[in-house]
Each structure stands twice: as structure tokens, then as C-alpha cells.
């Protein structure tokens, strides 16, 4: 791969950056309010889950993973709030799972590349809209989704246990309709 490329990925290309994606997902994800797996075992499994029902979008840096925008049918999701069910086709809705950027690499368009990418490739005879779900406190993420296009949909109060500790985690759903892209 050369200097900076988007790469689609599928299985063997998430294989290949698996090690990589999982210390890109810790970087990411390190603060006890948004980490959500106890080891590398279980995030692994994730992972797996979303290539399994999904795929991904790597921005790749002279061999080196610098970001990855993961996406999934919305129906991967185990619980969808009733506000969107009810307002939207979920058959026909495609959701961000993960978007993250090494800290290396942060400030240098590589979000925003990938999310193009991502919003110029979507099969638009497949999905008609694309969903994301945000915490709320992360207001540089929700910036930057509103700037690309995303609107609200609904908010949810999530769990998240750690060990005997238990957090509630406000998230925001965002959208967009994929014609309107």
C-alpha cells in the first residue's frame, strides 16, 4: 500500500490491521466512559461481528493504519430505540458503528476523508439512510457529524458496566438521508 490510501475492507484486509485496529480502538476509546470490553478477547469478538455483518473503511498511512470508519446494517444493532423504528426503514438503514483516527494523525483530514469515501460509496439501492450513535458529552464528534450532514433522531441511555461498576452513558442517534448526499 502506498504513501495514503482509503482502503474498502472487508475480512482478509481487517485481518491483516487487526492488531493494529484493536490498539487504534483503545486509543480511541481509553477513557472508562467510552471503553466498553475487559479485554482484547472480547473486543476482538466485536470486531469480528461488525467485519462478519459489515465492513470497513481504512485510511492507511505508509502501511500503517491511521483511521477506520466501520459500518454495519442498523439491524446489527441489538437495541434500536422505538423512535427510529418506528420513523424509519431499518431494512434500509446502514449504521457507523465505529469511526476513529490515531491521535498521530488527528487535525489532518483523515475523519472527513473517510466519511466521504464512506457517504460516495454507500450502496444507494440498498440503504436510504445512514445512522450513528454519539455520546452526547463528545462535542467535537457531534460537530464534526452535523457538519457532514447528520441530523438528530433520538437519544438513548446506555449501560456500560466495568467490573462491579455501572455507568449511564447519554447517546445521541444522528442521520442522514443517503439521496440527500
Do not use: C
Request: aromatic share 14%.
Amino acid at each position: 500500500m502506498g504513501k495514503m490510501e482509503l482502503v474498502k475492507a472487508k475480512t482478509e484486509t481487517y485481518k491483516y490491521f487487526s492488531k493494529e485496529l484493536i490498539a487504534l480502538y483503545k486509543e480511541a476509546f481509553s477513557t472508562p466512559e467510552t471503553f466498553h470490553f475487559n479485554n482484547d478477547n472480547e473486543l476482538m469478538g466485536y470486531l469480528d461481528s461488525i467485519f462478519d455483518a459489515g465492513y470497513g473503511i481504512f485510511q492507511v498511512s505508509h502501511d500503517r493504519l491511521a483511521g477506520v470508519l466501520l459500518a454495519t446494517p442498523l439491524s446489527y444493532l441489538e437495541n434500536i430505540p422505538g423512535k427510529i423504528e418506528s420513523d424509519f426503514d431499518v431494512s434500509q438503514s446502514v449504521y457507523i458503528a465505529e469511526m476513529m483516527v490515531a491521535k498521530e494523525h488527528q487535525g489532518k483530514g483523515i475523519g472527513k476523508s473517510m466519511m466521504h469515501y464512506f457517504l460516495n460509496t454507500i450502496d444507494t439501492g440498498t440503504y436510504k439512510h445512514i445512522f450513528i450513535r454519539v455520546w452526547v458529552e463528545n462535542e467535537k464528534a457531534l460537530s464534526f457529524y452535523k457538519s457532514v450532514g447528520f441530523e438528530s433522531a433520538a437519544s438513548e441511555l446506555v449501560r456500560v458496566s466495568e467490573g462491579n461498576d455501572t455507568k449511564e452513558l447519554d447517546k445521541i442517534y444522528l442521520y442522514q438521508k443517503v439521496n440527500d448526499l
